[in-house]
């Protein structure tokens, strides 16, 4: 049954299922009866980190051209990302996990304040991706979260807020309602249901850089500090062209 939100409602969601999340989030959600949405990337989970942040830990051990350029395996196609994580994984083996279990997730599930939503298997870039890998990472991370927690997995969340024209039809026949991208400001009714924009707070962002991130104040706030910079620079560069130089001494 469809109900009227509240004015100034607001949806809190966590991507990855970073295991910390355990100790620093869920504490707080139950004494503040605050509902969330957990988004669980189902490979990961099983494997016990993300493939990002192992890469990033081991960038010494992966092949040219990655080494040099690790923000390479954000732009090539799915299968090459995969084959180069796998064999990192192979010769560069987690130490510890940093991912919540499946036990967990499923325990998470339990809470009347969490929903668990799907995060692809892979934690993969869907417009990397052809056309089965897509319907694979969307469809097979449903089952799996679904087996997990006995729950039914109708929300998703791009991977790096990545999607393309082929995401929402996917998504749509794989029997999600909803599905969220990392486009910075409020949601509205005009939103396709498939790309629901999100306000993204930052692990690394300062206090007064993520509330500006919270109230959708980041890129306005950004493109000022852009605009202003600029224009000091163009006035500095003019003062430079119009002071005259000073005398070379060893010239009198």
């Known amino acids: 049954?469809?109900?009227?939100?509240?004015?100034?409602?607001?949806?809190?969601s966590f991507d990855d299922a970073w295991r910390r999340n355990?100790?620093?989030?869920?504490?707080?959600?139950?004494?503040?009866?605050?509902?969330?949405?957990?988004?669980v990337p189902t490979?990961?989970?099983?494997?016990?980190?993300?493939?990002?942040?192992?890469?990033?830990?081991?960038?010494?051990a992966?092949?040219?051209?990655?080494?040099?350029?690790?923000?390479?395996?954000?732009?090539?196609?799915e299968c090459t990302r995969r084959r180069v994580v796998e064999h990192l994984l192979e010769i560069s083996p987690p130490a510890q996990r940093e991912v919540m279990s499946a036990g967990e997730i499923a325990e998470l599930a339990s809470m009347p304040q969490v929903t668990i939503g799907s995060h692809s298997v892979n934690h993969a870039l869907m417009p990397n991706c052809t056309e089965e890998e897509l319907r694979k990472e969307i469809t097979d991370?449903?089952?799996?979260?679904?087996?997990?927690?006995?729950?039914?997995?109708?929300?998703?969340?791009?991977?790096?807020?990545?999607?393309d024209h082929?995401?929402?039809?996917?998504?749509?026949?794989?029997?999600?309602?909803?599905?969220?991208?990392?486009?910075?400001?409020?949601?509205?009714?005009?939103?396709?249901?498939?790309?629901?924009?999100?306000?993204s707070i930052m692990d690394d962002g300062s206090l007064s850089e993520n509330i500006c991130h919270a109230f959708g104040l980041w890129p306005p706030v950004i493109t000022l500090i852009r605009a202003?910079?600029?224009?000091?620079m163009r006035v500095e560069s003019k003062q430079n062209v119009e002071e005259p130089s000073s005398p070379n001494q060893n010239e009198l």
């Open 22 to 39: 355990l100790t620093e989030v869920i504490p707080i959600i139950r004494d503040w009866n605050l509902p969330v949405t957990m988004f």
């Open 62 to 77: 992966l092949p040219e051209p990655f080494q040099m350029d690790v923000m390479r395996l954000w732009r090539v196609p």
């Open 166 to 199: 082929r995401t929402a039809r996917v998504l749509a026949e794989a029997g999600y309602s909803l599905a969220f991208t990392t486009e910075n400001h409020p949601i509205t009714l005009a939103d396709n249901p498939y790309y629901i924009p999100r306000f």
């Open 1 to 12: 049954m469809k109900t009227a939100l509240p004015q100034r409602s607001v949806w809190l």
């Open 141 to 163: 991370s449903k089952r799996d979260l679904e087996q997990w927690t006995h729950r039914p997995v109708r929300v998703f969340s791009y991977p790096n807020g990545g999607f």
């Open 228 to 232: 202003l910079k600029l224009n000091r």
């Open 43 to 60: 490979e990961e989970v099983r494997r016990g980190v993300f493939w990002f942040s192992h890469v990033f830990r081991n960038a010494a």
